[in-house]
């Protein structure tokens, strides 16, 4: 079994910065990638920035230039550095991971969600 667990997010105001955090933990033999989604009330989920192993990152167009995503293999963690922010950006924000957790079998696994709200 693995849990994913996210912590930060909250209220800020248009132009602030946040930082999310998430980390896995439980039977994980290789985790393939992190990353995070979110999504706004009325819309699909939607993938806000994920990075693999090898350290390759991926990033929704809106957030490029604005939102870091970085990893702490070590820790088994995966963070976002959300800069610049802006109210389209209001959405909860959920951590996910593919993991293997025996050499042969991998999974996805999320996390609860953490609300980020940013007012104009």
């Known amino acids: 079994q693995v849990q994913v667990a996210e912590s930060g997010g909250g209220l800020v105001q248009a132009g602030g910065s946040l930082s999310l955090s998430c980390a896995a933990s439980?039977?994980?033999?290789?985790?393939?990638?992190m990353g995070w989604y979110r999504q706004a009330p009325g819309k699909e989920r939607e993938l806000v920035a994920s990075?693999?192993?090898?350290?390759?990152?991926s990033y929704e167009d809106s957030v490029k230039g604005r939102f870091t995503v970085s990893r702490d293999n070590a820790k088994n963690a995966v963070y976002l550095q959300m800069n610049n922010l802006k109210p389209d950006d209001t959405a909860v924000y959920y951590c996910?991971?593919?993991?293997?957790?025996?050499?042969?079998?991998?999974?996805?696994?999320w996390g609860q969600g953490t609300q980020v709200t940013v007012s104009s």
């Open positions: 996910y991971a593919y993991v293997y957790t025996t050499p042969s079998k991998w999974d996805e696994y």
């Open positions: 439980g039977s994980i033999f290789y985790i393939v990638v």
């Open positions: 990075l693999n192993s090898g350290g390759g990152t």
